[in-house]
């Protein structure tokens, strides 16, 4: 048995009992070599003398590597720790050592034994020296062996402090990368000339093709961990013109417990541009209005609705319904959120334009809040399906929030649209209809109706990033329907908390319009993009403009025509200060067009032009129904020239 148990284990203590056979032969070897240096490079010594004392000094040293274990760190990954050990096995044989001969003073036990005191010091430097020094040739060779054949790409490390040093070790020391580190960037005048581990530590300024080109750089990686969104797009934006691929290392709240890894060095993406700044929520403001009551989410598996309930299942609500068309959109987020730990909510596959299976749901499950996010959104699909962008974001909304007020529902909140703003298009025409008519229902309903509005969301379903991304995989090119053309932006997380924010925030009838920041021109976005992709523009991957679509804007909105904005407690949100309707006769219209809709009625398309006065179409067959003196290109011309309200006053 015991013959079995050494031969199965012995692969396992072989190099650990290597490196403690080569640490007592570097302590011998140290300890004769401190004689000779003590005696002046001559051999004028007692030999028999320092025979009799080495085997005492060998022991003691192999007691201090036992006590200490310094002999079982792995070689090829040698540290400061190790180091350390190290030092602490020298002291401690040293002391050993000096009892010994303080002993034999005292007792005689040895007769003649005794070791100068300045033979203990030497030895023990020369064996600090020796000891660590072994190990590092032992590393470099290990290493020089992996690497020998593999090709590496030499990269520059933005950031020559704690975290640039950090980036550093994880890139150096694991032999599986084949990244090598030829030198740093840093904007600190006082870091400039200076060295790192013998690497130079460059200044921004000399970042150029040149120095590209001579030291054969191929990636950037930024590694400055306290920089904001703004700071970082500036940073990124002045190196995407270089010739190389930009990466960052992630902030130290994202390393796998608590250790940074090379596999988390990540492309910068372009969301990480967009100046998005992290938002607070009032969680406690959210959690007391969530707090032991029923939450409906229609279009709960779509981009805004899934992210909705994501962020809904952290509040402890009673139950949670996801209501949901497409069966395996709505799958996929049942399994995702059994698998993340969340068991109290049930996914329905419905439809919000049947109002008879739809009032079954509310009689059963009685909401007390209900999220509106069921929508059809892709303007030139819908611009060719006028009857079904009606049937879903008019009439789904219609029978939606016609049951919340039957069935007494204390909150609805309407998921619209920036493009519901002086329209252009029959997408945005019917949410804007939508918005009229949850307005108008306020006016003689106990429920509270609360619309939120927003621009584009990234990496939502149909967002023009994951078209430009799947343009780049496939070698281009990205195509863009006109050069000037510019768009809100704002990350699906984002969105959605700042939906449960108005949420809870909505007393009923307000319009909350949410900060966008400013507007990005998408061709600016397109070429950076293609430089993000480590190619160049136009050379790699050209970008076609191919003429605005039917229905499409130059340019977005988050107010209409006479609306205005009034503040909230939080910065993020303004509530719009809409002009006066006449709700009685708007509700009325509304009816007509959803019964006129049912029968594919032609004059559907003129009905939501007299219920939003200010839908005029733009390169749309339906030009032909606007009035000649408010053509698309005179309204555009006016928000062009800066004639139009400014979203944030």
Known sequence: MLKEYILRNSHRYASKWLVFAIDTLVIAFSFILSYIIR??????????????????????AMLAFVTTGSYKGFIRHTGIKDIYNIFNAICI???????IVI???????????TIPLSIIIIHSLISFVGLTTSRYIFKNLYHGMVTRFKVFKNVLVYGAGESGIITYNALTNHTATNFKVVGFIDDDKKKRGKRINGLPVHSREDLTEYLIDKCNISEIIVAIHKINNNELRKLVEGL?????????????????NGEFKVSQIKNVQIEDLLNRAPIDLDNLNIEKEMHNKTVLVTGGAGSIGSELVRQICNFKYKTLIIIDQAESALYDLQQELKQKGFHNFIPIVGDVRDKKRMNILFEEYKPNMVFHAAAYKHVPLMEQN???????????TKNIADLSTEHEVDKFVLVSTDKAV??????????????????CLQQHSATRYIITRFGNVL??????????????????????????????????????????????????????IFDMGESVKIFDLAKNMIKLSGLLYPEDIDIVITGLRPG??????????????????????????????????LKSLVDELCVANMFFGNNTVQLMKDIVPEFISNNSEFCKLDKKENTTFELEGKIAAGEAHSTFN
Request: hydrophobic share 40%; charged share 20%; proline share 5%.
């Open 39 to 60: 005696f002046n490079l001559s051999f004028d010594f007692d030999v028999s003398k320092l025979l009799m004392q080495l085997p005492v000094v060998v022991v003691m």
């Open 386 to 396: 006028s009857y079904e962008a009606i049937r879903i974001n008019i009439v789904g």
């Open 93 to 99: 044989s040293s002391i050993l050592v000096i009892f």
């Open 422 to 439: 002086n329209p252009t298009n029959i997408m945005g025409a019917s949410k804007r209809i939508a918005e009229i008519y949850v307005s």
């Open 103 to 113: 002993l034999n003073r005292q007792f005689s036990y040895l007769n003649g034994f």
């Open 459 to 512: 990496g939502s379903n149909g967002s023009v990033i994951p078209l430009f991304r799947r343009q780049i995989e496939n070698g281009g090119p990205l195509t863009l329907t006109h050069k000037d053309i510019t768009r809100y932006f704002m990350t699906i997380p984002e969105a959605s908390q700042l939906v449960l924010e108005a949420g809870s925030m909505g007393v009923g009838g307000e319009i909350f």
């Open 240 to 256: 995407v013109d270089l010739p190389v691929q930009v990466k960052i290392a992630p902030p130290v709240q994202d390393w796998i």
């Open 552 to 585: 499409e804007k130059l340019y977005e909105e988050l107010l209409a025509n006479g609306e205005n904005t009034l503040p909230t407690y939080h910065k993020k949100i303004k509530i719009s200060k809409a002009r006066e309707m006449e709700y009685d006769k």
